[in-house]
Each structure stands twice: as C-alpha cells, then as structure tokens.
C-alpha cells in the first residue's frame, strides 16, 4: 500500500473512531439521566456493535456484518424481556456504517438481505427497546432516515465502483489490443521477411550457391531485428529501460524499413514530403503511418511476390496525414482472407479519427489508403 493510501486509511479510521466517541459519550449523558443498570446496558449495547464494525479491518466482512446485526437485534430482544438497553446512538452509528460497507462490497444476490438486515436492526431499535422518557416515535423516524441515508449511501458506493472496475476492464482490453496489433505489425512483418528469404535461399541454392550466403544475411537480419523488437516490448512490458519509449516507431524510420524490405532498391519507390521524418505530429500519429506502410509491405510479400513495382506515398497536410501504398503483382483478390493485418490498421487509423481504405486498385493491383486527421 502507498503512502498516501495508507495515511487516507488512518485518516478514515480516525475519523470513524472519534464518532464513536463523540456518541458515545451522548450514550453516556443519556445513561446517567436514565439511571443504572439500564443506563449502562444501553452504553455497553454500543460498545459492543462499535467494536464489531472497527474489527472489519482485521477480519473478514462476513464475520463482521452478521454479528453486527445479530448482537443488535439479540438487545432489542434482552430490552423487551428486561428492559434494558435502551436505543443506543453509538450503537446506531455503527449499524450505519456497517451497512454502507456491507451494501459496498455485497454480491448482487445478497444486496437485499443485507438492506433487510439493517432494516430490522437499525429501525427495530427505538420501536422494540425500552423508550428514553417518551422520545420512541421522533427516534423511530430518525432511525428510519438513517436507514435510508445508510443504503442510499452504500447503493451509490456501489455503483461508482462497478463502473470504476467496469472502466478498467476496458483499459486492460484496449491495452491488450493495442500489444496484440504491434505484436502482429513487428513481429508478423520480421518473420515474413524471414520466410521469404529463406524460400529465396532455397531456389538460389539449386541455382546459384555462390549468392547463399547474401540471402542467408538476410535472414540473419531480418531474425535480430524480429528478436530486438520483442526485447524493447517486453521490456516496456515488464518496466524496464524500455518502458518510457512509446511502442511503435517514426515517420523517419520508413526509408529503412524499406531498404530491408528492397535491398536492391529496384522494387519500391518512395514518393514523400521533403522533411516528413522530422514532421512534428500528434501522439499516435507517426507510428499509426509506420505501421499502415509496414502492414502493407508485408501483404505484398505474402500476397504479391510477383510484384515489380511498389508505390509508397507520404504526404503531410495542414489537416491530415496521407500514407499509401500501391502495388502491382496481385495473384487473387484478398478480400475477406484470414489475416487480421487490414483490421489491424483499420482499427488503429479510426481510433485516431481517421479512415483506412484497401482493395483492389485495378487488374492485379492493390492500394492502401490512410488519412489521418493532425487535429
């Protein structure tokens, strides 16, 4: 626990216990008016309920709400029969709060038997117990607001931390979606690179083994740079060094990552605006263009080996950023296929407000299409 929290923890139990006090000794005002024996049953009566309730700290809740009620509905019980205590204003302060905190942390099925319960042990007291010099009917309507207060307290507690909970469980859900999508957009795009080499080691070896070794360069590359990635996300992962770098990459950081995916640079033409690699621009929004071209680039080697020309196009506006990649070479139409690389992006352009288009640009051509907006 921190130490902020731990101080509002002593604060909060401070303050609770200096309430008791404070009614505690009105219990004991009222006890010497009413004269012994049953003016110090009624005092005891809230010593007792009061000392269940600050227990919860140490105990379970359900070994405290139970007998909480339990103790006091047993004294309005003993008080008919003998009657004494009286109603206890300490006493009734502790079934307040017992309830409060019970209605807190209740499960859904037991929320009306907890209400119920605070319902016979708080409002039960003043009508069932011995009356203070004819005050039974203005306690009993006292007691009844309290009740009320207590549960409207408790359901309203309630509710604030379901929705509490409920909001950090769509936290964890964005943030696991946010490292599957660059756990596919690093990685995916590496072991591809990987698996296309490797094929093209294959055929050189049969054909040419004196060019073995460049492709199995490539591999080696493309594998240190899949390792290196998974060690900086694991890293932020875990709290490392890496963990106050922002997952994702640069604008300035797509002409190497084009020259890996073209050494020869025959393949890719980079068309782009003078300066975008050191374009100011909004969180998100530079590593949202890296990953639109390197998603796309990835599709090309798994859908378009047979490519001959790739258009990259980087245009940035005074209102959006525009990233596309055009390419021939296009066996089959893709729409509809397993991957999940185009919902990926998709979903990470429209979480910036922008828009994503993507399919068939002509006879055996795709295009992908990023707007984003810079405001």
Known sequence: MTAPLRLTRHAGVALEVLAYLFWLAVDMVAAISIGLPRG?????????????????????LDRVVVPAFAASLLFSV?????????MSFTEQLALAVVTVVALRNASDRRV??????????????????????GTSDAFSVLSALGWGG??????????????RRAALTDARSAERMELARELHDVVAHQVTGIVVAAQAASVVARTSPDDVDRALAAIERAGTDAL??????????????????????????????????????????LRADPGFAHAVLPAGVAATGFRVVQEALTNVRRHAPEATAVEVEIGIGAEELRVAVRNDGVRARREGGGGFGITGMAERVAALNGALTAGPAGPGTWAVDARVPLR
């Open 112 to 133: 009306l038997w907890v209400a119920a319960a605070a319902l016979a042990a708080i409002v039960l007291s003043p009508v069932l117990r011995t009356p203070v010099a």
């Open 40 to 60: 110090a049953a009624t005092t005891l009566a809230g010593c007792v309920v009061a000392g269940i309730v600050l227990s919860r700290r140490r105990v379970p």
């Open 228 to 269: 290196t990635a998974m060690r900086q996300m694991v890293g932020v992962l875990r709290g490392g060094e890496e963990a106050t770098r922002t997952l994702g990459a640069e604008l300035g950081e797509i002409p190497d990552l084009i020259a890996r995916f073209d050494p020869s640079g025959e393949l890719v033409r």
């Open 150 to 163: 207590a549960v409207a307290i408790g359901l309203v507690w309630r509710e604030t931390a379901a929705r």
């Open 78 to 86: 003993v008080s008919v029969a003998l009657g004494a205590p009286s």
